[in-house]
T-cell receptor, first 112, second 115 residues
């Protein structure tokens, strides 16, 4: 039981490049989330998916797109990376809103 | 809108001393409340959660938190700090009723343990 896995662990991009962050969970959870973590700002929700086939914007969605590929997988895409998107990105999943969220190990992204 | 405030971005305690990390929330109705811990270069791990059952919640690693509605607080405590408790701690709030809001995190408190 791996929990929540994320790939890659580290990535360096040049401004304007695109990339997709992958996330998968094996706990049969309904909800999945993407956060970014920046120093002094805690975690901010980018997008979430309450169930397979649905996605909604969070607090900071600009510059990102998501796909809930199936119940297990939830990807985050940066179409044209900007230095302001340098951050650590965490994927999480939960059974429902009253349940705890389980986090992946994170992806450290640097945009030059 | 819901929000959560963690008082003190850095807290230092001596090994064996009491740990107290403060969290206050703002919500129109008592929400669900969570404490998470993050060790260096790792993701967040759930310490404990309050979901309207007992007001004193016990979590992992000897931590506990008490929900106080009158003070809108959910402070995290541990009677005796251990070196392994050095980490960053996040309080988070989630609304009970259906809506557009999801889990909102505080800005975190970095706990340092002094040998």
């Amino acid at each position: 039981n791996a929990g929540v896995t994320q790939t890659p662990k580290f990535q360096v991009l040049k401004t304007g490049q695109s990339m997709t962050l992958q996330c998968a969970q094996d706990m049969n959870h309904n909800s999945m989330y993407w956060y970014r973590q920046d120093p002094g700002m805690g975690l901010r929700l980018i997008y979430y998916s309450a169930s397979e086939g649905t996605t909604d914007k969070g607090e900071v969605p600009n510059g990102y797109n998501v796909s809930r590929l199936n119940k297990r997988e939830f990807s985050l895409r940066l179409e044209s990376a900007a230095p302001s998107q340098t951050s650590v990105y965490f994927c999480a999943s939960s059974q429902d809103r009253s349940s705890a969220q389980y986090f992946g190990p994170g992806t450290r992204l640097t945009v030059l | 809108a819901q929000s959560v405030t963690q008082l003190g971005s850095h807290v230092s305690v001596s090994e064996g001393a009491l740990v107290l990390l403060r969290c206050n929330y703002s919500s129109s109705v008592p929400p669900y409340l969570f404490w998470y811990v993050q060790y260096p270069n790792q993701g967040l791990q759930l310490l404990l959660k309050y979901t309207s059952a007992a007001t004193l919640v016990k979590g992992i690693n000897g931590f506990e938190a008490e929900f106080k509605k009158s003070e809108t607080s959910f402070h995290l405590t541990k009677p005796s700090a251990h070196m392994s408790d050095a980490a960053e701690y996040f309080c988070a709030v989630s609304p009970v009723f259906f809506g557009n809001e999801k889990l909102t995190f505080g800005t975190g408190t970095r706990l340092t343990i002094i040998p």
